[in-house]
């Protein structure tokens, strides 16, 4: 088969200690502190081996280009992935995808050739001591597919079943299995937003106003999940035109450009002075965005930050503590119900993630597309491994 | 000005206590154990007098009929107010209700003659325990407004700052001053429910099913609040076909008829065996739907009553726990930010109250009016005063 | 080894539809509606073959007698086991246990021999839908240790990693192993009232009055989690007074005997009329309680139903209205932190469960001691199979 | 009688714009932006005038020194009280009281001369958005007693019955009037304390951990909640010896100099790597402090902001989201029972707040107690207004 190959050279910046276990198997806390000259190949590889007993072997049908892709991609002035998160290589990318099972292993029970699936990225063991307690995201024996095991760009892919989520309710709504995972395959990035939201800060009571701070892929799932559970206005703050008018298209009742308004006041005078319950941080530029967003915060407004920026951010937290606000980090998109309900509301139609599409391409073409969001444009970008 | 003057004869049942200083002011904890032979007269009486330091005077524009109303109209076998709740007659009723501020007291801050504004019924002392913990509808000290003070059903009223709500922002969507307060009229009743669904019962997460049981004015807000909270499905059960119709009209996706149908197996179906996020009680017959409330309820599942019943629910406590399913008792509208939430969602579009509207009638016709409820089959019906 | 072996006849009761794949392993839902006439026998029986690489093998120290023990070993008219969970006959019975780890698995990563563990008895997939929602105790495919596998009144046991949880912090607290091994035999029922309690009903806010019904093993352990929870008053309602002297002992701060007197009035005097934050039910008899525990419950007060009843319980809902109360259903220890936070409680000595301790028995004097329980006189009973 | 009388000069900054509304009265939202040259003084001035309707007359026993008075006293380098928060001279200082009822308004309802009270210092409207939503702390029209109105400082004052709280209770437990005002007025600073950590944090489940940073009376009162509250931990982080004797004193089991050794590292060995479910910074020194906090915060782990600062604050949000963090912002002390509870907990002896007392004065002295707290080595010191 088909498959993105993305390889670096393992070479621990000077200081950096890598515990011997990680380093016999290259595996990076830190992608960014280790890996080097990252290479994007689409290479003929070797399909996947026969599923074990709890695995499904998947066809991918569509795969999305995530943030944290093109952060692999790219490097910083010495030549190092700029992605913070943890990497191995080499291996397959792609943790966003959509696919049909076409082998299930032995022991599987709920899934059958044939379905349409979406498949958690994060691999959380069950066993440690955050997975037990309700926290598979912060799992401490964590694997990711995409980064440390092989994802979704190619044409197979295998999978546990404890990752896997069924998408046939999809096909009612979008006709065609080729839209259903197109649209599926977005249920990753739309259940970062919501793991966000609605698990870790616990929602925001339906009236209220929600402001997202930048209309990329992550902060349009948020205009729209925002939407649908019942904010009375939403308001998309985000420099670049093209993407607040996808923001509008996903969502949001009204784009402010930052650089031209006060987003603070615009949401004043759209709430009549009461502020947002609720803000939600997807622009990844904690220093930019900061006092916006404590410009906006109402009465026992909450911040959701999904965001990710290793830089720190700078506060004001008395206006936290007389605005009686919370400040909530997110990572990830396991547990909760987060796909399972984002699913639901794709199935249903309270949520339209594919008016975030700005492009689709075949695997073949993938590398390319990574190469053009240097501008950061685009909205969520599909690739299509099985259509190669 | 003209009213609608409740009166009934003060007639404690044999056994009942009433304490001397509620006798004294006739003051009924109970109205169906002391209030006989009640009267419903349009009559002419005296305008309020002018406005106290905090207070209003509103000319009422539109004031909905509630089930209450239907209660201390109807009596039962012995002739008493089918109303178990508190009641000083006579009294004008009404406690729906909106319209224009036509003067206010010396100390008002945030309102002005002009100003379209709702009104909670519950008047709240804002000193006992309950009050000081943050739970107005349990207020120690409670008066009603159109129950054991004078309501809306009259030209004019007169009432505390710190009961009203602006409707300013209706008037943007819904065009003229009529329209927006007989939409505003109905912020109480969808208040009674936001308080049960979301302030006491926290709300649901967006994806998740939720369930209606009934489908009368309190039922038909709940399908409204549903859909607009993210319900992935809307299921309404109810055994009139007309008020199925409301309920599809207001928010619901299905409509069962329980004599003809499982309610328990429909949501199965529809949830692929998952099962309600909630179930919203608005039948005020715990007896005929708590097997089926709890045939619908999903594993974690909350149940939140809003119907008023006075006879016991028989529950089955072991399938709540094997479903670690939960249940919130819940009444009244104040605190929680119900108010200006439902008004925010009605100015944004979110939930159409007007669609459950049946009748509209002069100040003249609300007695015939609500002689005519007695089938069940309507929806809202609203009274406008201010044009009779 | 010795083991307490659980056997009884397969005799589906007449009408009861039982699943053929249940059937084939005599896997029972409800074990009162399918076994009959069981016997418990002391026997010599194979020791666990070698564990699975995810697995250890305990040498049990000490294994409590449950309730739902007492319930296997009685029988209705009928000849049935009163026992309304699953079962799977024979099996090894015994479900709180705590012992030393005696081999590990080779996939095992945080634990080693000679390590004091408890381990959860509810066995979860970890697949299911319940479970990736963060309900473990609502898993969809459960096994239960000690009732459908074998359990703890046993000299040893496989059990896997993921259901164990360390003891070693209570050596440092109660010096010897054996008497570690005995405290922490109880993080099973503690964990059942923790998970009711914090998990599900979401926990009292300090300060507030708790009230637990029943002073059985269950109840003892609310009295603690109470007082250690930072309840200004622990009220204990229970018959016996022998239990309502262990009540005393374990962090009641009052006991009241139902049939003498009123609870609601004993609490409302407790709590100058405020009535309690939290009423825990932990009789198994909501018939008996369910009343008195309305007259308990203060404004936003909260039930958490714990105890085991299969018939239906009758609620005056209308009081949990007026009262913005809300009712919880749990069942289950998993998840939630439970058994770590339990296991906390007792290194620190905020709970000290060995006051709940009436009888310690080897494991041939078992059975006499489940003979005994008729009564319901005794806390808690531990088995020390380790010791025969 | 007499009373502390603070005044200062009227001199707004430059570039501070004061509202003409506020400047007509002297009304500074933020003391440190406009009065100059405080001065301290006990002076013989009128009684309060007899009650209002609704209002109390208590004769003050005992009335703590807060920081904020201390901030009042102090002032910075341009001769500005150092205080960031409102004021209005001049004024009787003193916001921590409690004291007897000697006379009351006729429409007073709970409260009888001889009643022994606690008075929120903070006055909220009952009418604003916030008020109407239950954040009374966040009211709009905010007065506060001490500050802007006269307050406890002085053998009088005049209080409105919804900001009274009875402390008969105390009495039983504390033997003497004397000693029930002395604890019953560090109710005010342990409810600041019970708002953030249990009312906007939501408080953490009993056997987690808690850190606190600071261990003035702010500190003190969360080691004592923490530990009441079913922590199985609590560690208190303070670079003063005799305060961190006062927190172990007060319900610390461990004090940590962090001067000395990294608290994080402390709570990790504690808790076995797992970290702290809550920390409540109460040192009002963001800079100092927030790296520390975040080495504390395990999975899940809330922080309380409590303690003021006007500076920014630096936050490694990346840190917060692989935790899943959150951050709650606090102010004020009304609304959520936080008054009751804790007067509750004091009754009960479950918080036992005279172990944080280091001095008591009579009012004439209490100036000089003021200018003897520079070095910040007391605990709580407690005034005698009526002994003077």
Redesign the interface.
Known sequence: MKAIVVDAEWAPRDGVDVPPEDAARRWAVNANQVYRSPRFLVETVEDPSGPGP?ELIVQVGSCGICGSDVHMYETDSDGYMLL?YHMRCPVFSGHEFAGVVVEVGTEV??FASGDLVTVEEIQWC?????C????P??CA?IEDLGFTINGGFAEFVKVP??ACWKLN?LLDRYGTPEQALEVGSMSEPASVV?EGM????G?F?????VVVFGAGPIGLAACA?AA???A??VVCAETVADRRALAEACGA?VSVDPAQASVGEVVADLT?G?GAAMVVEASGN?KAVMGSIEDCLG??GKLS?IG???R????????????????????GH????NF??????M??G?IQMENAVTKRVALDGMVDALAGTSDRRDGKILVKPGQA
């Open positions: 709890n913070p029970k709920d069950g066993t440690c001591l955050a037990r307690g309700g926290y995201n912060q024996h079943e404890k309710s919501y609605f698990t870790r800060a929602g009571k339906p009236g209220g106003a999940l649908a559970a019942g009375s206005k009742d009549a009461r904690f009465v026992g930050v990710m920026d290793a720190p951010a700078t506060l004001n937290l008395i206006r936290h503590q007389l605005a009686a606000a919370s400040v909530y980090g997110s990572v396991c547990g909760g119900w399972p309900n984002v699913i639901a509301l199935a249903s309270r």
